[in-house]
């Protein structure tokens, strides 16, 4: 399976958080989190703020590929919703497309079928703005033109303190 | 395979460390997150084993300086060695930007090294992707260990592809050669990405 780029406009970012304030508002869900299913943090809306979406996006992306992995040792494609029920926060994790997740935080002013239903529509507006996004430039703006040897060189010094 | 987002103006690139189980990869991670500054890592996390074997990985976000007004952000993740975890090294190379591939230096492991990085190649392919184009590093690690084999051996054992690739010595525990693997990993990442401009000598 060979994976497209993922390059995000500030017009497609705008789309995206659009959608995911509406599902918030919808489902009265209190978090929303867009990963890309090798677990990078893609946008985020509510209290997905304060999260570390990183540690999260990292988490979730590697529980739902295992799963996804296990659906097929059964013969299935994949399962396309993950749901871990806490005391106070419940989790639900559904496919937007190919490369990514919709993860969801809710907590008991909603129900896992709410969730579940507005889930479904979120991730199909988003999977058709992720499709248009394929089809723009990757580097454009200050990033079309090559870094400077300088330029490398300062943003791959990692250092020690 | 990077993430540009254009609105939150961030970078992200996806960096593993493969190899066979005990090379030191989850050790490179360990040094990496001890040394960082604080505003220059995030929180590791290791999906381990009790006895500390790696279980499904381990996962570290770092950042240099920036590209342009835009923070590059690098995730570094490690596999699980052991053949019988392969699966779960599939599932972490997905999108992956960059390799560093951990060796372990001792006679007794080469066998292992050899397997390790053949099973690499094959799991690559299944994205796509091929070691001839992916930017990626050697490391040959435990060099402070009595039983290893020479540098040369080990260049002409592990690093005889397409294309001849950096490899660095190193003491992952103490910290040697680590930071220089992951410097170079970075800058081979960023030079595949955005192109590199050739200098103008006047």
């Given at each position: 399976m060979r994976l497209h780029d993922i390059v995000i406009h500030e017009s497609d970012a705008a789309r995206i958080d659009a959608i995911l304030r509406r599902f918030l508002s919808d489902s009265n869900s209190s978090a929303a989190l867009l990963i890309d299913r090798?677990?990078?943090?893609?946008a985020e809306a509510g209290t997905a703020r304060t999260l570390d979406v990183g540690s999260v996006g990292a988490l979730a992306a590697a529980a739902f590929s295992a799963t996804a992995a296990l659906a097929q040792l059964l013969?299935?494609?994949?399962?396309s919703v993950l749901f871990h029920e806490g005391v106070k926060e419940s989790m639900h994790v559904s496919t937007v497309d190919e490369q990514t997740i919709l993860l969801a935080i809710f907590d008991d002013r909603t129900t896992i079928g709410m969730v579940r239903l507005f889930a479904r529509e979120a991730c199909a507006s988003i999977g058709a703005v992720l499709e248009e996004t394929?089809?723009?430039?990757?580097?454009?703006?200050?990033?079309a033109t090559p870094l400077t040897a300088e330029e490398t060189r300062r943003a791959s010094d990692h250092r020690p303190a | 395979m990077s993430i540009i987002n254009y609105a939150a103006r961030v970078i992200n690139f996806k960096i593993v460390y493969y190899g066979?189980?005990?090379?030191?990869k989850t050790a490179n991670l360990q040094y990496i997150h001890r040394c960082l500054p604080g505003d220059n890592k995030g929180k590791m996390i290791s999906l381990a084993t009790?006895?500390?074997?790696?279980?499904f990985f381990d996962f570290l976000p770092v950042s240099a300086v920036g590209v342009r007004g835009f923070t590059t952000r690098f995730q570094l993740y490690t596999v699980?060695?052991?053949?019988?975890y392969n699966m779960t090294r599939k599932l972490v190379l997905r999108g992956v930007d960059g390799v560093v591939f951990v060796a372990d230096s001792q006679w007794d492991r080469l066998r292992e090294d050899v397997e390790s990085l053949r099973n690499l190649d094959d799991n690559l392919r299944e994205y796509?992707?091929?070691?001839?184009?992916l930017p990626h590093v050697i490391q040959y690690n435990k060099?402070?260990?009595?039983?290893v084999a020479p540098l040369d051996y080990l260049e002409y054992l592990?690093?005889?592809?397409m294309r001849h690739v950096p490899f660095f010595e190193a003491v992952a525990l103490e910290g040697n050669g680590v930071f220089d693997t992951l410097n170079t990993v970075s800058r081979m990442v960023l030079v595949k990405e955005f192109g590199q401009a050739q200098e103008v000598r006047s």
């Open positions: 090798g677990g990078q943090p893609l013969g299935e494609s994949e399962f394929r089809k723009r430039p990757k580097l454009v703006g200050v990033l | 066979p189980g005990m090379a030191g009790g006895d500390d074997r790696t279980l699980p060695g052991q053949p019988h796509g992707l091929d070691l001839a184009t060099r402070d260990l009595g039983s592990l690093n005889r592809g």
